[in-house]
């Protein structure tokens, strides 16, 4: 009976015996599943769970991970074994970008960068080099820290006027672009205003048509625009006084103040009797 108990620890002994004289022990073949890899590695199957994309979606761990250490020592596989065939994937360092492969689309730029971008946002670059501003000397990662991130325009400039809140600058601004400024014709007068108060005050002030009008009527599409009369008005004077002032500012000197014209210089000078020769 005695022997019987002592029997398991007789045979522990000459296991450790075996592995201490360098005896190969037979291995035995396993299949774990995502589950078991989770009971060790609480964070990462967490993090596939919460944010794996397709990490979570299309592989399991044994896909990517095809073995285990000891048996396995080089279990970390290479990005480009699945991510080919897109020029995004050429990039020669992953990890600098994807810091976790467990939450692939969780990007966070530790350094500087801009070159990387080019890959996918050739666009955006082009219209930065194109279109000089002071967004041309940044790097695309001084704004976008994070992938995706779309900052406010208030984080770095000051708004034209309290009326204007970050969520409208991009009504006139476009970010890789900002000198160029174009708007939609429903673009509300104030934020005109707060660069153009005096035009903006006397448009109003004054009871004419052109009151009536938003400032995007007149300034369509584009800053700094300024439309031709004729556009609305057409020949509003008879053709001889047209052939004379073809120009309309020449007697209406301000269109923000109809109201306020004077006759121009060539047709008061005109328009002067003739003085007679005093007799000697």
């Not at 044994?62 to 050429?90: L, Y």
Request: glycine share 2%; aromatic share 2%; net charge positive.
């Amino acid at each position: 009976m005695l022997l019987l108990m002592l029997f398991p620890v007789l045979l522990s002994c000459l296991a450790t015996q075996a592995m201490a004289a360098g005896e190969p022990q037979k291995q035995i073949k396993t299949t774990l599943s995502a589950s078991d890899c989770g009971k060790c590695h609480e964070t990462q199957a967490a993090d596939i769970e919460s944010a794996g994309t397709k990490h979570k979606t299309s592989v399991s761990c044994q896909d990517c991970h095809t073995g285990h250490r000891p048996a396995s020592k080089n279990n970390i596989p290479a990005c480009s074994n699945c991510h080919q065939g897109k020029p995004h994937f050429e990039q020669k360092v992953c990890l600098s970008c994807h810091t976790n492969p467990h939450t692939p689309l969780k990007v966070t730029f530790k350094t500087p960068m801009t070159e990387p971008c080019l890959a996918c946002h050739s666009s955006q670059i082009k219209q930065l080099r194109e279109n000089k501003s002071k967004h041309s000397a940044k790097n695309c990662t001084d704004c976008h820290d994070v992938h995706r991130k779309i900052p406010q325009c208030t984080q770095c400039h000051k708004s034209h006027s309290a009326d204007i809140t970050a969520a409208d600058c991009k009504k006139c601004h476009k970010a890789h672009m900002p000198k160029i400024v174009t708007y939609a014709s429903d673009v509300p007068s104030n934020y005109c205003a707060a660069c153009h108060k005096t035009e903006f005050d006397l448009l109003n002030a004054k009871k004419t048509k052109h009151s009536t009008q938003s400032c995007a009527a007149c300034h369509q599409d584009k800053h700094k625009m300024v439309p031709n009369c004729k556009d609305c008005h057409g020949d509003k004077h008879p053709a001889g006084i047209m052939a004379k002032f073809p120009k309309c500012i020449e007697c209406h000197k301000n269109p923000h103040d109809l109201n306020n014209w004077t006759a121009a210089p060539a047709a008061t000078k005109e328009a002067a009797p003739k003085k007679k020769p005093k007799k000697q």
